[in-house]
């Protein structure tokens, strides 16, 4: 047996404490050490036919005292010193020291004095000289080998499929791989079946790991690219999975909202902020407010595959929603959202977002916020500090950083601030008008376009209006529901002057058709009774310039002149007035005009009616 096999172990019942006692060890052990010192050392001499390595035929035994825990116990420690340090049995030996083993061979050196001289078991040595002499280079050329090739051609391995167990397996692989994919199937069931049906077969180990290593095989292998960012060019934005709430003052409610990552991958630049769902506007404001925060603009934009940026998400081609595409076109970035179900291509954000939690939502789990604003002032005072805090592995913070690396390489800001543009295609109704269907609001367009087709393209401030690819209105947006929003220009001649109706404006219509029409109108519509509205002279009005039109003027302004002393202010009256002066005048004309002759010859008198 070699000597690096033995292993002595003392074990001793519970007694006094007291000196150990001589018969527990052999009686050829021989005392080193006298007196009562704390260690007792022992030399063991082996048997000739043991002494398997260099001169060395005794071992030292050391027996160490312990300190006792109670007065009735004791205890010794021993330990077997091997004066030679074999390495782990089936690990492969440094190949510095097979070289070393070479060239001692080389020098004439035996098989036992190499192994006494670099401390390795003799038999070992032997191995390592077989090896050498089966190999066809000799040991010079072995010696100029680098360790690697060295290493590959003296331990090359043993096969596994040299077992004829191996052969058995293989045939059985292909329904192992095929069962495997039938759910609820596992590795331990498929190895119950095997077993049964080859009782010699392998273990449950062995059969694991081959089965293993041909499902390894069958993969095809993948590279990993090492992720190497460039300052100002990269954005990566994400929701965080997990919500924050404040508190509605007036109701008590606790509402969620959602809280907005982003980072710049070179430096690691963090960005947070609460909003309240993660709806296209409200995206686009989050991202509107990670740009403000730094100060620039990246080259390209990275998001998720939320609706609010992939309408239809796709490995090379995605659909992005058009609003974001619009964003990127004002602030001169692309949008390039992150492959479905791989969330390495946007790695940084997601650990930043673990991150967040640790260093944002751990520090404001005792507080309480009643506004959004609030609580978006204390996640950016607790990012503040996050960003400022010195980095782990880098001798510098976040932002310390990005002003130094990246906040030069992004690009400016624009001088508008972006809104975001959506957009529907309607039909000009009859009345003129086009229906806003998510602000159920009307917005009058010109009315010669009515029936036509027509696109809209709709911001937070403002409504345009396109027909065939011209604008034709532009229009401040209006939310209310049910109203309509109209442009004078845009309206017929009749019903924009119907709807320009106005004491005003039928004065000055008075005014240029008769002085005394004015007269009375002014006194109509500024002598009214209290809380009588303007509408019900209206059509008075309508009917007295009518009847302008049919009457004399002199006759028409002396009614008017009437109608205003006597405080008439109806249309009727007026015409009644017109009616009884123009009778009046008509008989003292008819008088005036009758003539009495002077000739009485064919005149009846009065002798005739006797």
């Not at 390894?216 to 934005?237: A, C, D, H, Q, W």
């Not at 934009?301 to 796709?314: E, F, G, R, T, Y």
């Not at 008008?433 to 393209?457: M, N, Q, W």
């Amino acid at each position: 047996m070699a000597q690096n096999a033995y292993n002595i172990i003392f074990k001793k019942r519970l007694q006094p404490v007291g000196r150990p006692s001589a018969s527990i060890f052999p009686e050829q052990a021989r005392s080193h050490s006298q007196g009562h010192c704390p260690e007792i050392r022992f030399a063991i001499t082996f048997p000739e036919q043991t002494r398997s390595t260099g001169n060395i035929n005794t071992v030292i035994l050391s027996i160490f005292r312990s300190k006792p825990v109670q007065k009735t116990s004791s205890g010794y420690l021993c330990a077997f010193i091997q004066r030679h340090k074999g390495g782990m049995a089936g690990k492969i030996t440094s190949m510095s020291k097979i070289k070393q083993v070479l060239i001692m061979h080389k020098q004439g050196m035996s098989n036992r004095d190499i192994a006494s001289e670099i401390g390795i078991n003799k038999c070992t040595v032997n191995d390592y000289m077989r090896k050498i002499r089966l190999e066809p280079l000799g040991i010079d050329e072995l010696l100029a080998l680098d360790d690697p090739v060295l290493e590959g051609r003296l331990f090359a391995g043993s096969p596994a499929y040299t077992d004829p167990r191996m052969e058995e397996f293989l045939k059985e692989l292909p329904y192992f791989i095929d069962q495997l994919k039938i759910p609820h199937v596992t590795r331990f069931l498929l190895w119950e079946e095997y077993i049964r049906k080859h009782p010699d077969g392998y273990g449950k180990s062995q059969f694991f790991f081959h089965l293993k290593q041909n499902l390894v095989v069958k993969k095809t292998p993948v590279g990993v690219l090492t992720n190497r960012y460039e300052p100002g060019k990269e954005l990566f934005v994400d929701f965080a999975g997990d919500t924050q709430s404040y508190i509605e003052p007036s109701t008590g409610e606790v509402i969620e909202v959602q809280v907005f990552v982003a980072t710049l991958p070179y430096t690691d630049y963090a960005f947070a902020f609460c909003i309240e769902s993660q709806k296209v506007e409200d995206f686009l404001h989050c991202i509107r407010m990670c740009l403000e925060y730094i100060g620039g603009v990246p080259r390209i934009l990275v998001s998720d595959n939320l609706k609010s940026a992939v309408i239809k998400s796709d490995t090379y081609e995605p659909t992005l929603n058009k609003a974001l595409e619009d964003m990127g076109n004002h602030y001169h970035f692309a949008v390039l959202p992150a492959r479905s179900l791989h969330p390495k291509d946007k790695a940084l954000v997601e650990s930043q977002v673990s991150r967040i939690y640790h260093k944002v939502y751990a520090r404001l789990r005792n507080r309480q916020f009643y506004s959004l604003q609030e609580l978006n002032e204390a996640i950016s005072q607790a990012l503040l500090a996050y960003n400022q805090t010195r980095m782990q592995l880098r001798p510098y913070s976040r932002e310390e950083h990005f002003h130094s690396s990246e906040k030069s390489a992004l690009q400016p800001l624009p001088d508008i601030i972006y809104e975001m543009k959506c957009y529907a295609n309607v039909t000009v109704r009859e009345t003129g008008e086009v229906y806003l269907s998510c602000d159920k609001h009307f917005y009058s367009v010109p009315y010669e376009l009515t029936g036509r087709k027509a696109s809209i393209i709709y911001t937070r401030s403002l409504v345009k209006v396109y027909v065939d690819n011209k604008s034709v209105a532009i229009i401040p947006r209006d939310r209310t529901p049910g109203e309509h929003t109209q442009i004078p220009a845009h309206l017929p001649p009749n019903v924009r002057a119907y709807l320009e109706r106005s004491p005003e404006s039928y004065c000055d219509k008075a005014r240029h058709v008769s002085e005394s029409l004015e007269k009375l109108f002014q006194s109509m519509f500024f002598n009214r009774a209290t809380g009588v509205n303007f509408d019900v002279y209206y059509r008075s009005c309508e009917k007295m310039l009518s009847l302008q039109k049919k009457t004399a003027s002199s006759l028409f302004d002396k009614a008017c002149d009437v109608c205003r002393i006597n405080h008439i202010y109806r249309g009727t009256g007026l015409e009644d007035v017109i009616n009884a002066m123009g009778k009046t005048i008509a008989d003292e004309e008819s008088e005036r005009s009758t003539v009495i002759p002077s000739n009485h010859e064919n005149t009846r008198g009065p002798a005739e009616y006797k």
